[in-house]
């Protein structure tokens, strides 16, 4: 089975701090995907990687980066948190050519305050 | 700029009712459309539509793509509890980057309750 796990069920912040989102898989994925849900939104995504040190910018990067140095682990930073990236963020996963099927981990909910 | 728009956003029926959901489109370079089923975790993965008119079909659930009119529909026939879930449509489409994944446009989601 795929397994993608990410550094944290749960996160409080500050309106200013630097945040890292830790995602791991463990399927040799060339693909890996950041989004974040939000109610009445959907899923939105942020950044995506097809291979390590590559990334491409999503629907909405603004006030986000990625690092991709490693194959099995895809980070989402935000420089500096504001309240309205407030949300639930979803990592997911998948082969190369295959973007359609995507393991998806169980999502960090951040609260910036 | 692509856009999935899905409809009902929520919808409420009783257990054993017959329900239709809709997922309408536009896409630059349409490559596949896909059904996810998301409870109170991450999305699971339903079907995935590439060609007009073939229906995929796993048990109760069955889905169908008509890339002429740009929409598919998601039908759940003899609908149990078990299905109440958000069900997300989204599409894929061939990447410029050549990278091989361009990441998937989603549509809100219809919120499906079912009760007893």
């Known amino acids: 089975d795929v397994k993608v796990t990410q550094s944290s069920r749960y996160l409080v912040k500050r309106t200013g701090e630097k945040v890292f989102l830790e995602c791991v898989q463990d399927?040799?994925?060339?693909?890996m995907f950041w989004y974040r849900q939000d109610p009445g939104l959907g899923l939105r995504l942020i950044y995506f990687?097809?291979?390590?040190?590559?990334?491409e910018k999503g629907d909405i990067p603004e006030g986000y980066s990625v690092s991709r140095e490693k194959k099995e682990r895809f980070s989402l930073i935000l420089e500096s948190a504001s309240t309205n990236q407030t949300s639930m963020y979803l990592c997911a996963s998948s082969a190369p050519g295959q973007a359609y099927e995507q393991y998806f981990g169980p999502g960090t909910r951040l609260t910036v305050t | 700029e692509d856009k999935v728009v899905q409809s009902p956003l929520s919808l409420v029926v009783h257990e054993g009712d017959t329900v239709t959901l809709n997922c309408s489109y536009e896409?630059?370079?349409?490559?596949?459309l896909l059904w996810y089923k998301q409870e109170k975790k991450a999305p699971t993965f339903l079907f995935m539509l590439?060609?007009?008119?073939i229906e995929k079909k796993s048990g109760r659930l069955s889905s169908i793509l008509d890339k002429k009119e740009l929409f598919s529909i998601l039908n759940i026939t003899a609908t149990q509890t078990g299905d109440s879930a958000v069900y997300l449509c989204a599409v894929e489409a061939y990447s410029y980057s050549g990278g091989g994944a361009d990441g998937l446009t989603f549509g809100k989601g219809t919120h499906l309750i079912i009760q007893p």
């Open positions: 990687s097809y291979d390590v040190k590559m990334k």
């Open positions: 590439t060609s007009s008119g």
């Open positions: 896409v630059t370079n349409f490559r596949s």
């Open positions: 399927m040799d994925h060339e693909n």
